[in-house]
């Protein structure tokens, strides 16, 4: 069995991968997906076509998860419980999901642009030309 202080920092990793690259937030909230689906969404993901609007939207939502990950990296060394870690990781991904819908998205949208960034290299040039 894991002690707390092995599970906070899981806990932080999580967070930590639900606010960047393809995890992001709904991937955090699922759970475990099986193969064959997640390969079927990286084959969509591939097709996904993002306008420059949405990508900057995108751009704006993930710098957003960003702060909101960082500001709950620092709370995760002062969890001492199990149910004050599940209260935290509960407020990250309700605030990160905030953030996501207050840049023009929804987190599926987020989502998808996400993997089409990771598996689209034409996806992934729009993405890089922003954030550069």
């Known amino acids: 069995m894991l002690s707390l202080k092995n599970k906070i920092l899981m806990t932080a990793a999580t967070v930590a991968l639900s606010a960047t690259g393809g995890a992001h937030v709904a991937h955090a909230q699922q759970g475990n997906v099986a193969p ?6 990286q084959a969509q993901a591939q097709q996904v076509n ?18 909101v990950k960082s ?5 995760v060394q002062n969890i001492k419980t199990q149910d004050q870690l599940q209260a935290l990781q509960a407020k990250a991904n309700e605030q990160m999901v905030q953030a996501i819908r207050e840049n023009g998205l929804k987190v599926e949208e987020y989502n998808r642009t996400a993997q089409a960034i990771q598996t689209n290299p034409q996806v992934q040039k729009k993405y890089l030309k922003l954030v550069q």
């Open 36 to 41: 064959q689906q997640a390969q079927q969404g």
């Open 50 to 67: 993002v306008t420059d609007q949405e990508m900057r939207d995108f751009v704006d939502a993930e710098q957003a998860v960003r702060q």
């Open 71 to 75: 500001k709950f990296q620092g709370k």
